[in-house]
């Protein structure tokens, strides 16, 4: 299982992407906009990176739901593979079955 503090700062990480996703989003446009001076746009970049750093994308971590692990991460389940191995062979996730042939 994962350090509860490193779990903590992840979903922080979450809420402040979701809260700021809109202004970063315009901000990051605009720094695009190739019909702005070239200071205009400088100083967009500056306002870009005035913002938190934890607000953007990048810096999720994706993790297990179960335990918080980091690494053999599926996306489709959320889960990494160790719990898929044991939440699949007890059956508790439908459609998934252990591969035998």
């Known amino acids: 299982m994962a ?9 922080l990480r979450r809420k402040i992407t979701q809260s700021k996703a809109a202004s970063r989003g315009a901000l990051k446009d ?14 967009v970049m500056h306002k870009l990176s005035e913002m ?3 607000s953007s994308k990048v810096r999720i971590r994706n993790r297990c ?7 053999g991460y599926y996306r489709k389940f959320g889960l990494s593979r160790i719990a898929l191995r044991e939440l699949g062979s ?11 042939w």
């Open 3 to 11: 350090k509860k503090s490193s779990i903590n700062h992840n979903n």
């Open 30 to 43: 605009r720094m695009m906009d190739k019909s702005l001076t070239f200071e205009e746009r400088i100083a």
């Open 52 to 54: 938190p750093r934890n």
């Open 65 to 71: 739901e179960l335990t918080g692990r980091p690494r």
């Open 90 to 100: 007890a059956g508790f996730l439908p459609g998934v079955t252990k591969a035998s």
